[in-house]
């Protein structure tokens, strides 16, 4: 079996069944790692470095109820005041069979062999460490969760327009989901600029009035974040000289 790189003697306890924490015990095996659990909250580890896969609130209970040489977490938007260490994979989390190959690790150590231990685990898995401070991890979980969660988000309600139009969510889901795929993938490539297509880039406002006026109709709870969006993106397509957005 494949030992930490922090020593010899190391293995590596996963607390939390949840689906980080399962996924990540099958991430870490199947690297070669000693890997004890998951574990349930309660259970004591063996093992001289413990990784806590459990909810942001309860990080600090479950740190002090474990005796380890090493104890980290894998919250993104937490401190290390309870902790050695933490790394948080930028992937979303659906499942044990995720696969953490290729994506970023936010990664943190209160001390140079912490965060060593760190970086260590998350290259084990296969993922491209990168350190963030505690004093930037709220702007950094923020950016995560603005490029996932509401992503997700943006999709649940371009279902709901969809389906006024008489296409099923199902249906909605299966032909969006390759504008969506290509999208992001011109996005990584170009930059926001240089792939943004549509009526507001090519400054055809009769048209977003159209949809305006149709969100109004449809789906009024949802105009509100329409227009903020399309707000959003003038200034992303159309400057203003001071950087502030173009007004409709």
Known sequence: ???????????LAIVGRGRVGTALVRAFAAAGLEVEGPLARGEQPSADVVLLCVPDADIDAAAAAVAARFVGHVSGATPLDAVDFSLHPLQTVTGPQTNFAGCGCAIAGSTPG????????????RMEPFEIDDS???????SASIASNFVVTLEW??????????????EARRMLAPLVRQTVDNWATLGPAASLTG???????????????????????LLPVFDALANATRSLAHPAPDGSAVAA
């Open 1 to 11: 079996m494949t030992r930490l790189s922090i020593s010899t003697q190391s293995r």
């Open 114 to 125: 912490a965060l060593e231990l760190a970086r260590s685990l998350a290259l084990a898995a």
């Open 199 to 221: 009526p507001i880039a090519r400054g055809d406002e009769e048209t977003v009035e159209r949809q305006r006026l149709a969100i109004e109709e449809v789906a009024p709870d």
């Open 157 to 170: 309600m371009a279902e709901r327009v969809a389906s006024s139009a008489g296409i099923d969510p199902e």
């Open 136 to 142: 930037a991890r709220a702007a950094y979980h923020a």
